[in-house]
């Protein structure tokens, strides 16, 4: 466990290497903030659920780092997971079909509702900048993973709020063992029918990626990128909507975002799990990005 307790030099010292050492201190900014106690990284304000059909109800504090992503007209989108003051990540299949150079989008952090407006707990932003990864292929979902820089109406990030804190990024090459319990969370179906509109949080286990890649699965349709997560009795499972949002996972008594949702065959449907993008795999271009963009 000791490789989360240096989680935070990692993250220095990988900023270090990317940056150009003139404005090392500007690159160090928005990373220093997400590390700092102004937005401590996964620590819960209320562990409280309550129990529904395909999962729980969550209260957003007991996920503090989920975003809701709209259009500028108001349609809900997709999920996504605050990891620094100005950044969400999220999956790039989202924005299929706009216009990356417009801000289209809305941002809501500390949202328990996407029908519903809460003022002492929501934030709001626009996407000051949509960043998606330049390999990802829109046929196989491979690299399917986006960053949003975001910004409320002064200019200013998200303000730590018992609704709304940063997710850690775990260390790269980081390997769970099969069969460990995380949390996938979302605004997503429940059912063929229509949205749950609330946050619904819901246990599954990781399947190892021999299991998801057989034939009874997947197949090679599952790249390096990727990893699949289900629950044993396939009855819980990310569905339309939950794109985008996180994959957690609680390590040392920290919660770390090991997956981003990207797709499936159904939802909760036997021999088709949730597939997932793999955030250790691209922790480097997370930070490049991050540096990049907010030396611009």
Known sequence: MMQFLQLDMMYLLLCCRLCRPLVLCLCLHPLTLCISTELTCSQKSER?????????????????????????????????????????????HCFEGYDPSEKEFTVYLGKSAINETNALKEQKFIVQKLVIHRQYNASNYNYD???????????????????????????????LPVGYKCSIVGYGKENAWGFS???????????????CRSKDYYGDKVTGNMFCAAKPNWRIDACKGDSGGPLVCEVAGRMFLFGVVS??????????????????????????????????
Do not use: H, M
């Open 197 to 211: 509109k609330i946050l619904k949080e819901g246990q599954v286990n990781l399947l190892s990626q021999s299991e």
């Open 48 to 92: 409280k659920q309550y129990r529904i059909v395909g999962g729980s109800f969550t209260p957003i504090e007991s996920q503090p780092w989920v975003a809701a992503i709209f259009t500028r007209r108001g349609q809900f989108l997709c999920g996504g997971s605050l990891i620094a003051p100005c950044w969400v990540l999220t999956a790039a």
């Open 145 to 175: 993973i986006a960053l949003l820089k975001i910004k409320n109406k002064d200019g200013g990030c998200a303000v730590k709020s018992p609704s709304t804190r940063t997710v850690c990024l775990p260390p790269k090459d980081t390997q």
């Open 263 to 296: 797709w499936g065959d159904g939802c909760a449907q036997r021999n088709k799990p949730g597939v997932y993008t793999k955030v250790t795999n691209f922790n480097k271009w997370i930070l490049k990005t991050l540096c990049n963009v907010s030396l611009v």
